[in-house]
């Protein structure tokens, strides 16, 4: 049973570029949700998406966008990229049906902006 | 605004030096709090959920524990392939997941 996957594994970008990073949830499960981690920080929720819509947002721009497909991956967009926006992106998907979110990560993307 | 703060930073131990490592958080209606393990460049790996205060979970050498205020990752014994960064997070009423900085534990053999 594959895990979570996610691609590219590494990016590099210049600031003003657009980016988008793909990911692909644990089989049987139905919720993706996407974190930025900074370097020696935890990560920090950008926004879930459920049944193709986005459910529930972070503290993230509109320069953050994402999408579902109806096979359950989903993408996550960045517009106009800052060098901030550097970090490692993970995505998780969660076990249908359970109250709480006990998710499943991915390996992540590395974004490097230039 | 949902907090959670995890120390030590960092920890280094001697293979076989159990230690615990811990998780303050405040939460509006805790609805889990969850244990992750990361390697460097990796994603985080699940370790535990724990639902309520009292709630305590185990995994070889680890232990979870849960208070009103506070969990604890106890590691007994420890190897050196057990060094990671440990994250924490909380998810409240809010649904929104919130996670610590990390404890970054260094097992020397």
């Known amino acids: 049973d594959a895990g979570v996957t996610q691609s590219p594994t590494h990016l590099i970008k210049t600031r003003g570029q657009q980016v988008t990073l793909r990911c692909s949830p644990k089989s049987g499960h139905d919720t993706v949700s996407w974190y930025q981690q900074a370097l020696g920080q935890g990560p920090q929720f950008i926004f879930q998406y459920y049944e193709e819509e986005e459910r529930q947002r972070g503290n993230f721009p509109d320069r953050f966008s994402g999408h579902q497909f109806p096979n359950y991956s989903s993408e996550l967009n960045v517009n106009a990229l800052l060098l901030g926006d550097s970090a490692l992106y993970l995505c998780a998907s969660r076990i249908p049906g359970l109250d709480t979110d006990t998710q499943y990560f991915g390996p992540g993307t590395r974004l490097t902006v230039l | 605004e949902d907090q959670v703060t995890q120390s030590p930073e960092a920890l280094r131990l001697q293979e076989g030096e159990s230690s615990s490592l811990n998780c303050s958080y405040t939460?509006?209606?805790?609805?889990?709090l969850f244990w992750y393990r990361q390697d460097p460049g990796k994603g985080p790996e699940f370790l535990f959920t724990?639902?309520?205060a009292g709630e305590e979970k185990e995994k070889e050498r680890l232990k979870a524990t849960l208070t009103k205020k506070e969990s604890f990752l106890h590691i007994t014994a420890p190897k050196p392939e057990d060094s990671a960064t440990y994250l924490c997070?909380?998810?409240?009423?809010?649904?929104?997941?919130?996670f610590g900085a990390g404890t970054r534990l260094t097992v020397k053999p």
């Open positions: 997070a909380v998810q409240g009423n809010n649904n929104d997941m919130r």
């Open positions: 724990l639902y309520s």
């Open positions: 939460v509006s209606g805790l609805r889990g």
